[in-house]
């Protein structure tokens, strides 16, 4: 069906044919492309060039296509300024947007004045774990040749000529005009489609598919993790036979024990697999004393400053300091006391005093040349000051809670103190007051000693060796 009102656009594309038929010889190139957004929206634009012929014959088209009655700024279109292309040929756009499928036909539909030129176009997004397909779909029907330029207005404007004047030969005029449609999805695919006047419904249809690559890293990541497991599998089967055969090996009197190759030369001895290269000391209770619970000593002298805060909490609160989630200010606040948070600091610190040969064992480990570590819980500016304090010398390696974020026993501040010291927990020795710290120790492998008031009575046996000095160290070894 025809319009009865002509867009501005189509009456440019109008008034241009008849000025370019008109000359015959001429030739004109219509492109409309399509560009479209992920939502289905998007922007249609129409470009006209003509060559140097027709602009020559014609001079004044320029000023016929931006006259005021032509120009409709209500109608959504954009007119760009005409230009030169490579080509040399005289190019006129316009441009209209869109906000879906369902308007594009009628945005298309004032291109050429008429609803049946574009029709049942269809715009297709769908989406799947690792991409995304688009489909376009629809019908372009040039049959009505030059009947799609005719506008009884614009007839009556040119002298009653339907074309502006007659045209002797319709064939070569048709000839003369190319029309190309352009399809562009948003994953940044093109299609072209190159149409004649007089051409019967032509079906398009474009496809594109766009990956993500984040889910495609995913997919190749889980089918990486899946071989993993399955090479894990045959691993641990392997390893499982070898197991039997060897143990099977080793029992049967029939084969020899001999080994398949016999050395030229006598093998180097070799170090025990625990030689202890590494002493780890709590200084709170091993260093320092008091050994109470830290804990329990800040209980006691809060309350001896009019806190009221149960031991519970006290122990909750000193936990996230300890872990450095709360500052030493922030500590005191906590526990109710208002006094300036410097001086309590100073106060609580003086409570520890250096236990009675801790100086003496410190020189013997740097003449002995063994490395002393120094592994806490503890708040890492009341540890560097109590350092400072007791004027403590000798210790190579400091790791305080509060600075790794993770308390003893649990095993990340072990593998921190590993990692640090580049010391295997089989080379490495733990001395401390609390037999909780001792058991994780033991459990990753490490050597131990628990430095006690006095030694255990039978049944009481804490599961690891007991000293009550330092001279201990020196008249015994440490059970392992």
């Not at 049942?120 to 049959?143: H, K, M, N, P």
Request: hydrophobic content about 40%.
């Amino acid at each position: 069906m025809r319009r009865v009102g002509v867009s501005a656009a189509a009456r440019r594309v109008a008034l241009l044919l008849v000025l370019v038929l008109g000359l015959a010889a001429c030739q004109v190139n219509i492109e409309v492309g399509i560009g479209f957004n992920e939502d289905g929206s998007g922007l249609v634009t129409v470009d006209v060039a003509l060559d140097q012929e027709a602009v020559t014959l014609a001079p004044d088209i320029t000023s016929l296509l931006l006259i005021e009655d032509i120009e409709d700024p209500a109608s959504g279109w954009s007119y760009n300024d005409p230009r030169i292309d490579d080509q040399g040929r005289t190019s006129f756009s316009a441009s209209k947007p869109f906000g879906s499928p369902e308007q594009l036909e009628s945005v298309l539909a004032e291109i050429f004045g008429s609803d049946d030129v574009f029709r049942d176009i269809t715009f297709e997004r769908t989406t799947s774990f690792a991409q995304t397909d688009y489909r376009v779909t629809g019908v372009v029907d040039l049959s009505d040749g030059l009947d799609l330029f005719i506008d009884p207005r614009l007839t009556e404007r040119l002298g009653g000529e339907p074309l502006g004047q007659p045209i002797p030969d319709l064939e070569n005029a048709l000839a003369g005009v190319s029309v190309r449609l352009v399809l562009d999805l948003p994953v940044g695919a093109e299609q072209e489609e190159t149409l004649e006047l007089g051409q019967g419904a032509v079906s398009i249809e474009m496809t594109a598919q766009e990956e993500s690559a984040t889910a495609v890293t995913l997919r190749w990541v889980a089918w990486a993790a899946f071989a993993l497991l399955g090479l894990s599998v045959l691993v641990a089967i392997a390893g499982y036979f070898l197991e039997r055969r060897n143990r099977r090996r080793s029992t049967d009197p029939t084969v020899s024990q001999e080994p398949l190759v016999r050395s030229t030369t006598s093998a180097a001895p070799q170090p025990p697999a625990r030689r202890l290269r590494l002493v780890v000391l709590n200084p709170l209770g091993v260093l320092f004393e008091p050994s109470d619970e830290p804990s329990q000593l800040l209980a006691a002298f809060a309350a001896e400053r009019g806190s009221e805060m149960d031991a519970e909490s006290v122990e909750q609160l000193h936990h996230q300091a300890v872990l450095g989630r709360i500052t030493p200010a922030e500590l005191w606040t906590g526990l109710g006391l208002d006094d300036n948070p410097d001086e309590l600091t100073e106060q609580y610190l003086d409570q520890y005093t250096m236990r009675s040969g801790a100086r003496d064992f410190m020189t013997e480990m740097a003449r002995r040349e063994l490395p002393v570590a120094c592994l806490t819980n503890d708040i890492a500016s009341w540890s560097s000051a109590l350092r400072d304090r007791l004027q403590i010398t000798g210790v190579d390696t400091w790791i305080v809670s509060s600075e790794v974020g993770v308390c003893m026993p649990a095993p990340g501040i072990y593998e921190a103190l590993r990692r640090t010291t580049a010391v295997p927990y089989e080379n490495a020795l733990l001395v401390d007051v609390r037999a909780g710290h001792l058991d994780a120790a033991h459990a990753l492998g490490m050597s131990t000693a628990m430095l006690a008031e006095s030694r255990p009575q039978d049944g009481e046996a804490p599961g690891h060796a007991v000293v009550t000095s330092f001279s201990d160290f020196f008249r015994r070894r440490p059970r392992s």
